[in-house]
């Protein structure tokens, strides 16, 4: 059983940007699994938003292409993600878990983020 800490949402207007951090409460958790981001929107379901491989190979959804950007801090053992330009419709809960992780797995709490208009 591993415990995901999301951090770094809040309120912030369009254009501007967030910074995300997770942690694990097993440091190893990160370091071995393909790491991701999602969201979940109110009435919608949770989406991939961004992920990251051993190799720090990343991929993201193509509605974040060019905003955001996950990267892993193997001294810290996070996984951040910088939110730039953000936009109203980025509006959501974020959370972190290894890549394709499934409903029924350890989820965090995950971190609000607002952007008005």
């Known amino acids: 059983q591993v415990q995901l800490v999301e951090s770094g949402g809040g309120l912030v207007q369009a254009g501007e940007s967030l910074r995300l951090s997770c942690a694990a409460s097993r440091s190893i958790f990160i370091r071995v699994n393909a790491m991701a981001w999602y969201r979940q929107a109110p009435g919608k379901q949770r989406d991939l938003v961004a992920s990251?491989?051993?190799?720090?190979?990343?991929n993201y959804a193509d509605s974040v292409k060019g905003r955001f950007t996950i990267s892993r801090d193997n001294e810290k053992n996070t996984v951040d993600l910088q939110m730039n330009s953000l936009k109203p419709e980025d509006t959501a809960i974020y959370y972190c878990n290894r890549l394709g992780a499934r409903p029924w797995d350890d989820w965090g709490q995950g971190t609000q983020v607002t952007v008005s208009s």
């Open positions: 990251i491989s051993g190799a720090d190979w990343t």
